[in-house]
Each structure stands twice: as structure tokens, then as C-alpha cells.
């Protein structure tokens, strides 16, 4: 179950350093300035790599319970 939760949380975390780039890109990467649409996507890919770091520490870390 620990694995299943940790596989989890590094595809949630792909997924959000990935879609305001690639998926729906943000204003920025479109050729417009910068505005205020760009701060969200920094602001989501800040997110996917706390969740990508948690996820790796839950699949590496042993299990205390």
C-alpha cells in the first residue's frame, strides 16, 4: 500500500511540473510577456517537486508503524 501511495504522488507530481508547460501551456511559453498566468506555473511546478520529493522519500524510507 506504501508503494501504491508513493507511485501516487510522483505521478501527481509529474503531472503538475508537466501540463503548464507542455499540456496548457502558460502565457510565457506562448510568446507573451509575462504575466500573471507565468507566477501560477512556477507556483505548480514548485508543487510537483515537493510531491515528487515526498514521493520518493515514502518509496525509499522504511516503514515506521
Known sequence: MKKLVAITALISGLLLIVVP????PACEYEGY?????????????????????????????????
Open 21 to 24: 508547460r507542455y499540456v496548457l
Open 33 to 65: 510577456a509575462r504575466m500573471h498566468c507565468s507566477d501560477t506555473a512556477r507556483a505548480e511546478y514548485f508543487a510537483g517537486m515537493t510531491l515528487m520529493a515526498i514521493g520518493i522519500a515514502m518509496f525509499f524510507l522504511e516503514n515506521t508503524f
